[in-house]
């Protein structure tokens, strides 16, 4: 009847993994690792600054996704990383309603720089930093609002049935490897509730923690995040959570985390033709790190080198002040956990997990002894029912769309159980707007609306093109320097 | 650089009391028409203001649900950048006309009761979406309703309020009091029950085509509203405002609305009566309102 309507196509901010190799950075002549640890040190920037200036986790974890979207259009050669940082933080403060002066920014990254590092800002830091703001709104195409995994690791253990001790302990590790993923381009990857199940995997399995039986479990379900996502794989989760786990194998105290001193470009000079040059690690750590882009297909779960609780956060460089034990903060308060209640005796018992023989401690400095194989699947042989992750797109042009789970991945997610009257008034507050959150619309909309983030996500992997890859699309602005 | 690069022919349609919009064609997108909404934000010692992203961010995250009844917001542009402020144009779905234009317009008998329930349901699924994404539009009136040539509503201007605050108007254009709610003009503490009164008074136009309330002043304003829905009770004055409920008690009963609208019949008199309660408390919500007997027997139409 009518003719279909131009649909505008918003910045889809996944990419597949050749698209992450394939960043201005690479094409500007700096190498996947030292573009990683370009993307470290800015990360644990903004998170100590963060932390520093009292910002609350979300806000630094949104400053990172900033980051790490920046740098899909822009070269680390181009822009110094640790103003881009710093601009990551002022912003995600503004849209968090929690704003920190730009000055104070600056100076408390000062603390945490050297003054080589520090040199970068030039003479007028400040000015350096508002120049780049307007680059930074351009870039991110003010996509401002990010959902993080956090509140996604605790709605779903809200779910997850069992000693609540031990799932608070699972929560507290999952919620580390959040705080830690940052550092990885896990954010560029996959939607917040995917990592946000990754985390609870690999917790579970670290510690032990067979999560056996959840709420609202139906006979078909297998795996727990079936009740939230189906045809989530293990591959997939594996995947992910080696990315996680990469980082600790390739994080060492004792190696200098920051840029040699040669290597800083100063602002207004950028070296644009300077020689990838080999980052400054042994040869079986580049391997390593080449990997963590690299498909994890036969790596089975290995456990850190260094334990996972603690935090790498502590290997950056010097001057280093008295550094919290992690990140962000901890989950606000244990996560309230749904009382088990009796409703699924009939259920078929699970196959046991078999007890494992190692533990990961809690304690840093105890070595961790090599968890050695995962865990067999609750039903063996289901593991191959969700698309495998290396039928990821790796060619521009390859079409993935049957590897891709359908439309509707998320609809199962249940209502929050909070929210009861839809049409209750509202007043505006004096600061301004709310945040979207799970609004009452959006419950009653199950599923999920067209373009949302989650579907937006497919619809353009089986487009196969991504922002980055269209070569003269509208938000690829040239970079911009005064 | 220029962002503006992908639009041309450029066509003035509109100025608003804060921005100006002009229409021009997307050489990207099959030469589709856009309209371009040039706002021009100020920029603080902290770059732009908070108040600005969280506004813009929070339109952005609104466009992924592709709301039938909302105008869709393509993309933002960055156009000029002075010493304290920064140009964005908005680059907004391109739609026919407003509703103030296309009542202008109508002919003798006025409009088919069918189509103003067809747009008065589909403004309020589109004030029902905003309210449910706990956005206040605000500013509903004709001229920041849209309606296509096969008459789909889109609501426009919203979620700006914030940063016109900001700047303040540009241009001496008045801004209309006559869709106003009474606890807007009383200043006192709002809520999203303020669009459901501006829906009242755009419905009632749609039968009459002329304002329900046309006041001239602020208190005029008020005035003309009490004069025609009654004095209102005691218990649902506002406590927050200066003014008292004495002085304005004075005002009678008001009048019969079929006396006003004699084109609604009766399940459209009882809506526009539910829509313009004095008391935001008791004024009917979006949700609500959509369940109407009004609409009994009304499909909505999805194709047009
Ligand atoms: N998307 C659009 N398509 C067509 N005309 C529009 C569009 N947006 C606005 N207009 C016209 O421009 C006028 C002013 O735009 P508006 O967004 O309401 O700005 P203001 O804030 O200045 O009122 C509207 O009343 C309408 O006539
Ligand atoms: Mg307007």
Redesign the pocket.
């Known amino acids: 009847m009518t003719q279909p309507e131009i649909r505008f196509k918003m910045p889809n901010w996944y990419y597949d993994k050749k698209a992450l190799r394939k960043t201005p950075s690479f094409l500007d002549g700096i190498s996947n690792s030292k573009e990683m640890r370009y993307r470290r040190e800015g990360v644990r920037l903004i998170v100590k600054v963060g932390a520093k200036l009292g910002l609350k986790y979300e806000t630094t974890a949104s400053g990172t996704v900033y980051f790490h979207r920046f740098y899909m259009f822009h070269s680390f050669k181009q822009f110094p990383r640790f103003i881009t940082s710093c601009c990551c933080l002022l912003l995600a403060g503004k849209v968090e309603e929690t704003p920190k002066k730009c000055k104070q920014i600056i100076a408390t990254a000062q603390e945490f720089l050297t003054d080589r590092q520090f040199q970068q800002f030039g003479d007028d830091p400040r000015e350096e930093v508002m120049t780049l703001e307007r680059i930074l709104l351009k870039t991110i195409k003010f996509d401002l609002q990010v959902q993080h995994p956090y509140q996604f690791i605790l709605k779903y253990a809200k779910g997850i049935l069992g000693d609540r001790d031990k799932i608070g302990k699972m929560v507290q590790m999952a919620w580390t490897f959040i705080n830690d993923s940052f550092q990885t381009t896990l954010c560029l990857q996959w939607e917040p509730e995917i990592i946000a199940i990754a985390a609870i995997y690999l917790a579970s399995k670290l510690g032990q923690f067979e999560i056996s039986d959840w709420q609202g479990r139906t006979p078909s379900q297998r795996r727990w995040w079936e009740a939230f996502a189906s045809e989530v794989s293990n591959d997939l989760l594996e995947d992910i959570c080696h990315q996680i786990l990469d980082l600790y194998q390739t994080t060492h105290p004792e190696q200098p985390q920051d840029s040699p001193a040669e290597e800083e470009v100063s602002p207004g000079t950028p070296k644009r033709h300077r020689p990838a040059s080999p980052p400054p690690q042994p040869k079986l750590k580049l391997e390593k790190k080449e990997e963590i882009h690299a498909i994890a297909q036969d790596k089975k779960l290995q456990a850190p080198p260094m334990p996972p609780m603690v935090s790498t956060i502590n290997s950056v460089a010097p001057p280093l002040p008295k550094e919290p034990p992690q990140f962000f903060a901890p989950p606000p308060s244990e996560p309230p956990l749904i009382p088990s209640h009796q409703g699924f005796q009939s259920m078929p018992p699970l196959p046991p997990i078999p007890p494992q023989p190692n533990a990961i401690p809690n304690q840093p400095g105890i070595a961790a002894a090599q968890y050695p194989h995962p865990p067999p699947p609750l039903h063996p042989g289901l593991n191959t029912q969700g698309p495998p992750v290396h039928a990821r797109p790796v060619g521009s042009n390859s079409s993935v769309s049957s590897a891709y789970p359908p439309h509707g991945y998320f609809m199962q997610v249940p209502p929050p159980q909070d929210f009861t009257a839809s049409s209750h008034q509202f007043y505006q507050s004096g600061t301004g707007v709310h945040h979207m959150g799970t609004s009452p619309h959006q419950v009653r909309q199950m599923p999920q609306p067209a373009g949302g983030p989650i579907r937006d996500h497919y619809r353009t992997s089986s487009q196969s093109h991504h922002p980055y890859m269209r070569g003269q699309s509208a938000y690829m602005m040239p970079p911009q320097r005064r | 650089m220029n962002a503006l690069k992908n639009y041309d022919d450029f066509n003035h349609?509109?100025?608003?009391?804060?921005?100006?919009?002009y229409?021009a064609r997307d050489k990207k997108n099959e030469g589709r028409f856009?309209?371009l909404?040039k706002v021009r934000v100020a920029i603080t010692d902290d770059g732009v203001p908070l108040s600005v992203l969280r506004e813009i961010s929070l339109l952005k995250q609104l466009e992924t649900f592709h709301h039938r009844n909302i105008?869709q917001l393509y993309d933002i542009c960055h156009g000029k950048r002075g010493e304290n402020d920064l140009v964005i144009f908005l680059v907004?779905?391109?739609?026919?006309?407003?509703l103030?234009?296309f009542l202008e317009k109508c002919p003798a008998p006025g409009l088919d009761p069918d189509l103003i329930r067809s747009i008065i349901h589909q403004m309020l699924t589109g004030i029902d979406f905003l309210h449910s994404n706990r956005i206040v539009h605000r500013?509903l009136k004709p001229?920041?309703v849209?309606i296509t040539d096969k008459h789909v509503i889109?609501l426009?201007?919203f979620g700006?309020a914030r940063i016109?605050e900001y700047q303040m108007a540009l241009t001496p254009?008045v801004v209309t009091l006559w869709y106003r709610a009474p606890e807007v003009l009383l200043q006192s503490a709002y809520a999203s029950a303020v669009d459901l009164w501006s829906c009242g008074c755009i419905m009632a136009e749609l039968f009459t085509r002329k304002p329900l309330f046309p006041g001239g002043s602020e208190n005029a304003q008020l005035g003309k509203i009490l004069e025609v829905i009654g004095a209102p009770a005691r218990e649902s004055w506002p406590e927050d405002v200066a003014m008292s409920w004495e002085h304005f008690s004075l005002y009678g009963k008001g009048e019969d609305l079929s006396k006003l609208i004699p084109e609604a019949d009766a399940a459209a008199l009882n809506l526009i009566g539910n829509l313009v309660e004095f008391d935001p408390t008791k004024r009917v919500t979006a949700e609500a309102a959509l369940a109407h007997a009004y609409f009994e027997n009304y499909v909505p139409d999805n194709d047009s």
């Open positions: 349609i509109g100025t608003g009391a804060f921005g100006t919009v229409k856009v309209a909404k105008v907004l779905e391109h739609v026919d006309q407003d103030g234009s500013d001229q920041n849209l889109k426009a201007d700006l016109y254009v």
